[in-house]
Structures are given as C-alpha cells and as structure tokens.
C-alpha cells in the first residue's frame, strides 16, 4: 500500500489555473501508473481573493479504499510534498483573519518534500523558510513566479516543469514515462512540453534541511475570541477611526488588527520620498489604507497592511516616485519613511539597490493585453518564463506621467 499526498499553494486569481492543471496532472500521471487520485482545492480559500495564499491538494493511492479513506478527511494534515508556485510565499501564508502565519513547510511529514519554483538559491530561500522540528528536503525549480488570471492561463511550461520535478521526488509513485504519457494524452498534447518535464527530472536537485537550519522567527498568530466574548446576532464593527502619531503631527489609519495582509504581496513599493510632491494620490487609492501621514506631510506605505496590489505605483504622477520591487529581496517590515529620515544618503543607496534589482526580478500579476504571453515566450528563455514585457505594468508607462 502506498500513497502520495501534495499541496501546491499560490496566489489567489493570479496562479489558479496554474495550481488547478498541476492537481489534475498528477491525478492523470497516476492514472498512467495504475493508480487511483483526486485533485481539490481548500474549501476554506474559496471565493478566492487577489494574491491571497490559497491551496490545491492532489492525493493519490494505490487502491480505491485507500484513497477513499485519505478522501474522508476535511483536508490533509500531513504531506509529502509541498509545491510553492511563488517563492515569496516562503515568508509565511496568511490567508484569513485569525489564522496567524503559517511556515510554508508546516505541513510537510518528517523527510517531506518542500518544491519551490524560484531563481533564488537554497541559502537566501532558507533566510525565509521558518525552521521545522524535523528534516526535510527542499528542491528549486528555476524560474520565474508564473501568473496569470482567472480566465487565461500562461503557457510557459511551470505545470509540466513541476510534474516532471515531482517524477523525481516521489519516483516510486509517478514514474517520469507516467508523467510524459499523461503530459502527451491531456490537452497541453505537445513535444515541447514532454521535453520541458524531462529537462526538470533531469536536472532538479535535492538540498536536504536540517532542524538547525531557516528562518529562527515564531511565526505570529492570534487568540481566537471565545463564544462568551463573541457579540450577539450577526455583526461587523466598523473600521474605527485611527490615531494621531507624534504628538498629532501624523496619522495612522486603524487596521484590521488579526489579519496582516502582506503574505498576500509578491511585490512592495518602495518610495523615493526626495521625488514626492505629496498630492496625496497614493494616500487616497490605496485600497487597504496603507500610508501613515507622516508630520512632513509625507506618505509612508505601512508593509505590515500592503498587499502589493500596485495601485499606489500606477497613480503617483511622478516618475520613479514609487516602484514596485520584487518581496523577495525584503527581509522586514521595517518603515522606510523611519529609514529616510534617519539618513537620507544611505536610504539613497538603498532605494537604489532595489529598483536596480528590479529588471531581474521584474513581476507583474498577469494578463494586460491580448498577445502578452506570446510576446513574452517567444523573447527569452521559457524556463525563465521569457522576456518580461513591462508595457502596461501600472507605473511602467513613465511617459503617462505628468511631473
Ligand atoms: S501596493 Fe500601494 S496601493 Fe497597493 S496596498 Fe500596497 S501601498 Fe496600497
Ligand atoms: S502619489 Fe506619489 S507624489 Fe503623490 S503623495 Fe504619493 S508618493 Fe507622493
């Protein structure tokens, strides 16, 4: 008797066809081994919000009871293998109120299996990853986070690289001929596609983890209300008012205090603070209430609420006033308003560090024209995800900006 168990969590809307055509390729690579399987999604992700964490499970069994009796719980509890299909995801998923942070590979049985698709290598994904009481192993998949949307999907190989991964990791389970036979005979129906699954068998590779190694952090997490505390009937408390900062010079806006949001952000902006004209666009649609009104009458985005939606980018008139930068190459929360004022030259540098980082690193949440992704497949190397086309990104349009 054996079986399989995977999660592939992403994001929200941006990696759901992504998610769902990796579930429903292993369930047809188990069936080309003579195994039984079942592809769904978390009841809990649904309906499914921009960019928040959510999760796929496949499970597959070598007999019908037994996948029967893996189908009679809610969701699994214990895995052995995790797919991450965005590398930021490895700071921690946060997916509704209450629920606390939680580690990436919280699931994962002793000697589980954590696949990530990233450019990053193990050491700088592990300053993320939060440690585990047991040893597993983490395997990187190199390229880029691929998303698209809800009603397209992008065609760069990611589900088809992440089955043949997976031929690897559970070889006793999916064989890689399996894998390339229900590649060959579903929809995808390509060569091409065959070969992009056997190029990732071949060429993964295994970092074993120990229990000493990741991220030292505690992950945060929230006291649930007990039902004495709860109020009566159906209610929702208004957002209160928030609070005057430094002596009334400043203003933070009253948060939700048991959802952090920023789990849901695979890019921040990051803000040339000398460039602001302080018109107060970014500070009135931002959609989360993210600025604190600082007492020079500047706007600092708060990275414990950003959800990264770029809004903030595509408003500021100014060019390069605010950027929007990869959240993998962050490693706190930390105000950036607090950091310019404390030294101006060496935030500077820093605010140049990062933006110059951003034409490796460039991201976007998907589909903004029709012929995008071709244009994007035919201009670069597809495991790479192609040449990123920057037309259109919110912010990217310096010549739409006015000052
Ligand atoms: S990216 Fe900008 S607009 Fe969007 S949530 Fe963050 S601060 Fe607000
Ligand atoms: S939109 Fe740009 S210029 Fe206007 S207040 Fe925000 S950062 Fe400053």
Same mark, same amino acid.
């Given at each position: 008797?054996?079986?399989?168990?995977?999660?592939?969590?992403?994001?929200?809307?941006?990696?759901?066809?992504?998610?769902?055509?990796?579930?429903?390729?292993?369930?047809?690579?188990?069936?080309?081994?003579?195994?039984?399987?079942?592809?769904?999604?978390?009841?809990?992700?649904?309906?499914?919000?921009?960019?928040?964490?959510?999760?796929?499970?496949?499970?597959?069994?070598?007999?019908?009871?037994?996948?029967?009796?893996?189908?009679?719980?809610?969701?699994?509890?214990?895995?052995?293998?995790?797919?991450?299909?965005?590398?930021?995801?490895?700071?921690?998923?946060?997916?509704?109120?209450?629920?606390?942070?939680?580690?990436?590979?919280?699931?994962?049985?002793?000697?589980?299996?954590?696949?990530?698709?990233?450019?990053?290598?193990?050491?700088?994904?592990?300053?993320?990853?939060?440690?585990?009481?047991?040893?597993?192993?983490?395997?990187?998949?190199?390229?880029?986070?691929?998303?698209?949307?809800?009603?397209?999907?992008?065609?760069?190989?990611?589900?088809?690289?992440?089955?043949?991964?997976?031929?690897?990791?559970?070889?006793?389970?999916?064989?890689?001929?399996?894998?390339?036979?229900?590649?060959?005979?579903?929809?995808?129906?390509?060569?091409?596609?065959?070969?992009?699954?056997?190029?990732?068998?071949?060429?993964?590779?295994?970092?074993?983890?120990?229990?000493?190694?990741?991220?030292?952090?505690?992950?945060?997490?929230?006291?649930?209300? !007990?039902?004495?505390?709860?109020? =009566?009937?159906?209610?929702? /408390?208004?957002?209160?008012? #928030?609070? @005057?900062?430094?002596? *009334?010079?400043?203003?933070?806006?009253?948060?939700?205090?048991?959802?952090?949001?920023?789990?849901?952000?695979?890019?921040?902006?990051?803000?040339?603070?000398?460039?602001?004209?302080?018109?107060?666009?970014?500070?009135?649609?931002?959609?989360?209430?993210?600025?604190?009104?600082?007492?020079?009458?500047?706007?600092?985005?708060?990275?414990?609420?950003?959800?990264?939606?770029?809004?903030?980018?595509?408003?500021?008139?100014?060019?390069?006033?605010?950027?929007?930068?990869?959240?993998?190459?962050?490693?706190?929360?930390?105000?950036?308003?607090?950091?310019?004022?404390?030294?101006?030259?060496?935030?500077?540098?820093?605010?140049?560090?990062?933006?110059?980082?951003?034409?490796?690193?460039?991201?976007?949440?998907?589909?903004?024209? !029709?012929?995008?992704?071709?244009? =994007?497949?035919?201009?670069? /190397?597809?495991?790479?995800? #192609?040449? @990123?086309?920057?037309? *259109?990104?919110?912010?990217?349009?310096?010549?739409?900006?006015?000052?």
């Amino acid at each position: 008797m054996a079986h399989l168990i995977c999660e592939v969590v992403y994001r929200g809307i941006f990696q759901k066809n992504l998610a769902s055509r990796i579930t429903r390729g292993i369930v047809l690579s188990a069936r080309k081994s003579g195994r039984r399987g079942i592809a769904f999604g978390r009841y809990g992700d649904s309906p499914q919000r921009n960019g928040i964490p959510a999760k796929d499970y496949a499970i597959v069994a070598d007999s019908q009871e037994e996948l029967e009796q893996h189908m009679a719980r809610y969701e699994p509890k214990e895995l052995h293998v995790t797919i991450c299909v965005d590398d930021t995801l490895c700071k921690g998923v946060e997916s509704w109120a209450w629920y606390g942070l939680q580690p990436i590979n919280r699931l994962l049985l002793p000697d589980g299996h954590l696949l990530v698709t990233s450019t990053q290598p193990a050491a700088d994904l592990l300053k993320d990853i939060h440690r585990k009481d047991s040893a597993y192993n983490l395997w990187i998949l190199p390229g880029k986070a691929s998303f698209s949307g809800l009603w397209v999907y992008k065609e760069d190989h990611t589900e088809v690289r992440v089955l043949g991964a997976l031929a690897k990791i559970a070889s006793g389970i999916l064989s890689l001929d399996a894998v390339c036979q229900a590649i060959r005979e579903a929809e995808w129906g390509s060569e091409l596609k065959v070969e992009s699954a056997r190029r990732a068998y071949e060429r993964i590779e295994r970092r074993p983890v120990r229990i000493t190694e990741g991220n030292p952090d505690t992950p945060y997490s929230f006291e649930m209300p !007990r039902w004495w505390e709860m109020r =009566e009937g159906v209610s929702i /408390p208004s957002i209160p008012v #928030g609070k @005057p900062i430094e002596g *009334g010079k400043g203003y933070r806006p009253e948060r939700n205090g048991v959802f952090k949001k920023f789990t849901t952000r695979t890019m921040r902006p990051v803000i040339d603070f000398d460039a602001c004209v302080k018109c107060t666009l970014c500070w009135l649609q931002c959609p989360d209430s993210c600025f604190d009104v600082m007492p020079d009458g500047l706007y600092d985005a708060n990275m414990e609420a950003c959800c990264g939606c770029g809004v903030c980018e595509a408003v500021c008139p100014v060019d390069n006033c605010i950027t929007m930068v990869n959240e993998a190459v962050f490693e706190d929360n930390a105000s950036q308003w607090q950091a310019w004022r404390k030294d101006k030259d060496a935030y500077r540098v820093w605010l140049a560090a990062k933006i110059q980082d951003r034409p490796q690193v460039v991201r976007s949440h998907g589909f903004r024209y !029709r012929g995008q992704y071709e244009e =994007e497949l035919a201009g670069g /190397p597809l495991e790479m995800g #192609g040449r @990123p086309v920057t037309a *259109g990104i919110p912010g990217e349009n310096a010549e739409a900006k006015v000052l």
